[in-house]
């Protein structure tokens, strides 16, 4: 069997393969710019940097994509805004701690192309069931096909309005304390209802998972640039205090925060 490609294992300049573009990226021209796609978020990306010979190591001996994960995944990155994909071994890790716990009901929030909701409901028994919520009807049908191709489309339930709005129907439905992991992101002015609206959702022993809770290391900066940081901020603190869960903060991508409800 081929070795997955790992995600970040196709830089942008080898794929247009112009040694003009690569020394034009080596310069950083093209530093700050959204051209590539799927390249500005990298350039400024945490620990540790994709194209590392370790991390490229780590990725070859740890993954184990399905086929169907890794051809949307592929898909994915040639889209405008591609690079908003959550990473492969995070999606990997969720789907495993979903395992880890027999999860049957999972809520995901911030569908984008369907690739944390495939990962999520590849984890799940045939029962299980997938609420994944999105306000874009677009990046989803990227997905869908996907999501058959692995014959797990069944399983996923599609809510297409804001993320708030399906968990406030959820809990009005009586369905506080049944969802055994909760997947948030979404944007990110909401995450502090995101988060309390998920806590409530779960059950006890449930798994909370928050993403991009560094913010390409803007949480560090005294006065936040914009209010997506400041919100960030204010979660992380809110986890920290909140003695409902325990934590864990991944340094994986731009940050990965798991709560363990108690
Ligand atoms: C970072 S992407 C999600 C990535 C996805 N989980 C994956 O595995 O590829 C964030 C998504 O949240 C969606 N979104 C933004 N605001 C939303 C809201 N209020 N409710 C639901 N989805 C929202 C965006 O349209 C975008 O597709
Ligand atoms: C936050 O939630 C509100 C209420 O659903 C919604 O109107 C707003 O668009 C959301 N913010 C973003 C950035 O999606």
Redesign the pocket.
């Known amino acids: 069997m081929a070795l997955p490609v790992p995600r970040l294992s196709i830089p942008a300049a080898l794929a247009l393969g112009s040694a003009a573009l690569g020394a034009a990226f080596a310069t950083g021209l093209f530093l700050g710019k959204r051209w590539p796609p799927w390249g500005y978020r990298r350039h400024q990306r945490l620990l540790p940097p994709p194209d590392n010979p370790l991390w490229q190591y780590l990725l070859s001996r740890s993954m184990r994509e399905h086929p169907a994960l890794r051809s949307l995944r592929l898909l994915t990155l040639e889209q405008p805004q591609g690079d908003s994909m959550m990473t492969c071994e995070q999606a990997q890790l969720l789907a495993n701690l979903a395992r880890l716990i027999k999860a049957k009901k999972a809520l995901d929030l911030g569908t984008f192309t369907g690739y944390s909701a495939l990962a999520l409901a590849l984890a799940l028994p045939e029962a299980g069931r997938v609420v994944t919520c999105e ?1 874009d009807a677009e990046p989803p049908k990227l997905g869908r096909p996907l999501w058959k191709q692995a014959e797990v489309e069944q399983k996923i339930d599609l809510r297409l309005q ?1 993320a ?2 399906t968990l406030d129907e959820l809990l009005a439905a009586g369905e506080a304390g049944t969802f055994d992991i909760a997947v948030v992101d979404a ?1 990110k ?2 995450c502090t209802a995101y988060y309390e609206r998920c806590l409530q959702l779960l059950r006890p022993g449930g798994v909370l998972a928050v993403l991009r809770v560094l913010w390409r290391g803007e949480v560090l900066q005294p006065q936040p640039k914009n209010k997506a940081v400041e919100c960030v901020r204010n979660l992380n603190e809110r986890i920290l205090r909140d003695a409902r869960v325990y934590i864990s903060l991944l340094p994986l991508d731009d940050g990965l925060s798991l709560a363990f409800k108690i």
């Open positions: 306000v804001p708030l709005q944007d002015e909401n």
